[in-house]
């Protein structure tokens, strides 16, 4: 049984920084690929970034580029999601997501993954 879950949320200032965790249980990381996800109020789930497992290859959105950085612990089945330069547009739950191989890259559709975890809400706010 896979389980995901995420970590690091909370509520930071503009400009500020978190890190979010994603770690899976009952995974061990091969073919994998993890992707995060936000979902604001009253708008679609959105693919932000992504990273294969067995190339390290990764992607990110434009509008998280240069300021986001994914990042894995293979031995740990844990990525992370380092969010620098934090804008109050951020704000949104963020959504970790596994897939145990894709043959699509990057790999941004929510349909694209199985195994999710609950979320954890980051807000930007002053």
């Known amino acids: 049984q896979v389980q995901v879950a995420e970590s690091g949320g909370g509520l930071v200032q503009p400009g500020g920084s978190l890190r979010l965790s994603c770690a ?3 995974v061990t990381f091969g073919y994998h690929t993890i992707g995060w996800f936000r979902q604001a109020p009253g708008k679609e789930r959105e693919g ?3 990273i294969s ?3 390290g290859a990764k992607y990110y ?3 998280v580029k240069g300021r986001f ?3 894995s612990d293979n ?3 844990t ?3 380092q969010m620098n330069s934090l804008k109050p547009e951020d704000t949104a739950v963020y959504y970790c997501a596994i897939t145990p191989y894709s043959d699509h890259w990057p ?3 929510p349909y694209a993954y199985q195994y999710w975890g609950q979320g954890t809400q980051v807000t930007v706010s002053s």
């Open 24 to 26: 899976a249980n009952g």
């Open 48 to 50: 932000i970034s992504c």
């Open 53 to 55: 497992i067995n190339d």
């Open 61 to 63: 959105s434009s509008s």
């Open 69 to 71: 950085t994914i990042s």
């Open 75 to 77: 031995a740990k089945s």
């Open 79 to 81: 990525v992370y999601l």
């Open 107 to 109: 790999t941004i559709y």
